[in-house]
C-alpha cells in the first residue's frame, strides 16, 4: 500500500524499481500552492516599568500610527518633580548673591594689595583677603553646578514620565486590549498588541523538489480568498533551508504590499508562480 499525500508513493515506487531519486527534480514549480496571508509583524507592547494605568487610547480594531500614544501609566508624582526641578533649575537668586559677594571681596583683595605696597597694611591682609576670593569663586561655581544639577534631574523625571507612555512603534491595527483603566501593571506584562498590515506576510509550504527552482526575489501573485478578489503582486523573501521531513516539504515567505490597506490578515490564499 503505497502513501499517495506530498509524493511520497513517487518516492516508494523509485526506490522499489531502482529509479533514481533526482527524478523528481525534473518536475517543474506547480503553478500555485495554497499560502496564508499574516501581519508582516506582531508587536505586544508593554511598559519598562511598574505603574497603574490612568488613560487608554486605543480599542480593539483601532488602527494606529507608528508614535501613537496606545496607553499611559499614572504619572503624578514624576510631573511633581519635574516642576521642583525646573524651579531650581531656573532660580538665580544664589549665583546672582555669590557673584555679588565675589565682586565685593576682589574689589576688598585689590584695596588690600594697594595697602600692602604702601606698607599701610600687612602682607597677611592681603592674602586672606586673596583666599576670600578663591572661596568666593568656588561658592560661585558650585551654585552654577546645583542649578545644572536640577536642570539635569528635570530631565531624569521627565524621561521618567516617558517611560510611562507606551506608543506605537509601528503602524498598524490593534487586535488585541489586555489591560483596562486603573489596573496595575508589572514591568514587562502586554498591554496592547498591533499588528502591522501595510505589509503582509504570504507564507506557504512547497514540495522539497521544487526547491532548486525557487529563488529569492523572485515574483509571485498572491490570489486571496473571496470575497477578497484581484492579483496581487508579491515577492519571495524566504525560503526555508530547513525541511519538514515528515510532510516532505519547505516553507517559502513572500513580502505582499498592502499600502490600502484592501487585505486583512488571517486570510487563505493561493500563490502564482510568475
Not at 602682607?123 to 568656588?138: G, H, K, L, N, Q
Amino acid at each position: 500500500m503505497f502513501d499517495w499525500r506530498n509524493g511520497r508513493a513517487v518516492l516508494v515506487l523509485a526506490m522499489m524499481v531502482g529509479a533514481p531519486v533526482s527524478a523528481w527534480s525534473d518536475q517543474a514549480v506547480p503553478d500555485t500552492t495554497t499560502c496564508l496571508i499574516q501581519p508582516f509583524e506582531v508587536v505586544e507592547l508593554g511598559m519598562p516599568v511598574d505603574g497603574i494605568v490612568s488613560e487608554i487610547a486605543v480599542d480593539r480594531g483601532d488602527r494606529v500610527e507608528a508614535g501613537r500614544v496606545v496607553v499611559r501609566l499614572d504619572v503624578s508624582l514624576e510631573e511633581i518633580e519635574v516642576e521642583a526641578s525646573l524651579a531650581r533649575s531656573s532660580n538665580n537668586a544664589l549665583i546672582d548673591g555669590r557673584q555679588a559677594r565675589l565682586k565685593f571681596l576682589e574689589i576688598e583683595a585689590d584695596r588690600a594689595a594697594q595697602l600692602v605696597e604702601r606698607s599701610a597694611a600687612p602682607e597677611r591682609v592681603s592674602e586672606e583677603a586673596r583666599m576670600d576670593v578663591e572661596t568666593a569663586r568656588a561658592d560661585l561655581a558650585e551654585a552654577v553646578l546645583e542649578q545644572r544639577i536640577a536642570a539635569i534631574d528635570a530631565r531624569a523625571a521627565a524621561a521618567r514620565m516617558e517611560r510611562k507612555t507606551v506608543r506605537s512603534p509601528i503602524m498598524g491595527v490593534v487586535t488585541e486590549r489586555q489591560v483596562d483603566v486603573g489596573e496595575f501593571k508589572a514591568a514587562g506584562e502586554p498591554l496592547v498588541t498591533v499588528a502591522r498590515i501595510d505589509r503582509l506576510r504570504a507564507e506557504a509550504f512547497v514540495p522539497i523538489a521544487f526547491h532548486p527552482d525557487l529563488k529569492l526575489d523572485q515574483q509571485v501573485t498572491v490570489i486571496p480568498e473571496a470575497p477578497f478578489e484581484g492579483e496581487h503582486a508579491a515577492r519571495i523573501t524566504v525560503i526555508d533551508r530547513v525541511f519538514d521531513a515528515a510532510t516532505g516539504t519547505f516553507g517559502i515567505v513572500a513580502d505582499l504590499p498592502n499600502p490600502n490597506l484592501v487585505l486583512p490578515a488571517g486570510l487563505r490564499c493561493r500563490i502564482r508562480f510568475d
